[in-house]
């Protein structure tokens, strides 16, 4: 309930009927003075709040321990007292956005920087000139003196092999004309003339994403920058990816169910619940992996980590059935039958979905 100050004037602002009490019978609108102190921003956000807070995690309950009863409830006309479906979802697929950027990524002391390759080149010149002055001295003999020559080279021929090895490892072992196509090219130019080259039509569909990685070589990104950003890039469209594939979930729904009972609204309703749970259930291992990243490394912390993972998948995987069979009120074998079809085709469409995600989250990493 809101403290605001009410008006003395008790006709409502927004339409101009009267107002008996504190809110308006015709539209709603609480009849408190426009102008209030600095400090009731913050009252009225929290009252607001506790207020959607009291529908909120009732829905909540529902959602996460009884599959199904949420929707029940729903389609039984009980509306008040819940959120609204498409609300809750754009409210999860908020808090799945927002959350895990907030908890802070665990980070691993940093190794001593690495000497340049000119810094590398005249250690190794002082290093030849002790050894020839202890060859000249007698502490060294020729050969050994030589040998010692020899491993120096070798030590500065590997690191020079390292050095262009991790520069092309981000694209390296990609796609090969044969197998693997392994690609030895540094630049846009050199991949399209590999292109032209192999005829290998595999470099015309990979082509935006060689371009865009060659792109954050030249910025500098090293390969766990880049995959921080997609993993953000991937999390952040996951949501809209979902939603766009709501109707088709919707849709298979309703083929699989009688037509006159169920109306492709009460699937949508069922399909809105359902992603909430999704979203959730992605945000849940979400924070489970920044957690898990943060506590020691101990054994039995990561076989309660490894534990907590299990569960969630098991009662993630076993949600829709259970979910499907209270909405849909089928016989048990009716419902896995129909539930084990419908997983079946969801899990290819979705799998075909987040594949065409991943290749975009890649493709809009900035």
């Known amino acids: 309930m809101s403290h605001g100050k009410i008006r003395e004037d008790n006709t409502c602002l927004n339409c101009g009927y009267g107002v008996p009490e504190r809110f308006c019978p015709h539209c709603g609108q609480e009849n408190i003075e426009t102008r209030q102190p600095f400090h009731y921003l913050f009252t009225h956000f929290i009252e607001d709040f506790t207020h959607y807070d009291g529908q909120f995690w009732k829905t909540i309950n529902y959602l996460l321990l009884r599959p199904g009863k949420l929707t029940k409830e729903y389609l039984a006309g009980k509306r008040q007292q819940y959120v609204a479906p498409v609300?809750?979802?754009?409210?999860?697929?908020?808090?799945?956005?927002?959350?895990?950027?907030?908890?802070?990524?665990?980070?691993?002391?940093?190794?001593?920087?690495?000497?340049t390759a000119e810094e590398t080149r005249i250690n190794q010149e002082n290093v030849k000139k002790a050894v020839d002055n202890l060859q000249k001295e007698g502490i060294l003999s020729h050969k050994n003196a030589q040998d010692t020559r020899k491993l120096i080279d070798s030590i500065q021929s590997d690191a020079a092999k390292?050095?262009?090895?991790?520069?092309?490892?981000?694209?390296?072992n990609t796609f090969d004309s044969r197998n693997s196509l392994i690609l030895d090219a540094h630049n846009i130019r050199e991949?399209?003339?590999l292109h032209i080259k192999t005829g290998n039509p595999l470099y015309k569909y990979m082509r935006p994403f060689a371009k865009k990685m060659f792109d954050l070589?030249?910025?500098?990104?090293?390969?766990?920058?880049?995959?921080?950003?997609?993993?953000d890039t991937f999390i952040h469209t996951l949501p809209k990816a979902l939603f766009i594939y709501l109707p088709?979930?919707?849709?298979?729904?309703?083929?699989?169910?009688?037509?006159?009972?169920?109306?492709?609204?009460?699937?949508?309703?069922?399909?809105?619940?359902?992603?909430s749970f999704l979203l959730l259930g992605t945000l849940a291992f979400i924070l489970l992996g920044k957690i898990s990243s943060i506590l020691p490394n101990y054994s039995l912390i990561n076989l309660l980590s490894i534990l907590a993972y299990f569960v969630l998948t098991i009662y993630i995987s076993?949600?829709?059935?259970?979910?499907?069979?209270?909405?849909?009120?089928?016989?048990?074998?009716?419902?896995?039958?129909?539930?084990?079809?419908?997983?079946?085709?969801?899990?290819?469409?979705?799998?075909?979905?987040?594949?065409?995600?991943?290749?975009?989250?890649?493709?809009?990493?900035?």
């Open 318 to 366: 076993l949600y829709f059935f259970i979910a499907h069979h209270r909405v849909y009120e089928t016989r048990k074998r009716i419902s896995i039958l129909k539930g084990m079809l419908l997983f079946i085709i969801n899990s290819i469409g979705l799998t075909i979905m987040l594949l065409a995600l991943l290749y975009a989250s890649f493709i809009m990493i900035h």
């Open 248 to 275: 088709v979930f919707a849709f298979f729904l309703w083929l699989f169910h009688n037509k006159k009972r169920w109306w492709y609204f009460d699937h949508g309703i069922f399909t809105l619940h359902f992603f």
């Open 87 to 115: 609300k809750l979802y754009i409210f999860i697929s908020f808090i799945t956005f927002l959350l895990p950027g907030l908890i802070p990524e665990y980070k691993e002391s940093k190794e001593p920087p690495k000497p």
């Open 217 to 231: 070589k030249e910025e500098g990104l090293s390969k766990k920058e880049i995959g921080k950003r997609f993993r």
């Open 191 to 193: 991949y399209d003339s």
């Open 162 to 172: 390292s050095k262009v090895e991790e520069h092309d490892d981000l694209l390296d």
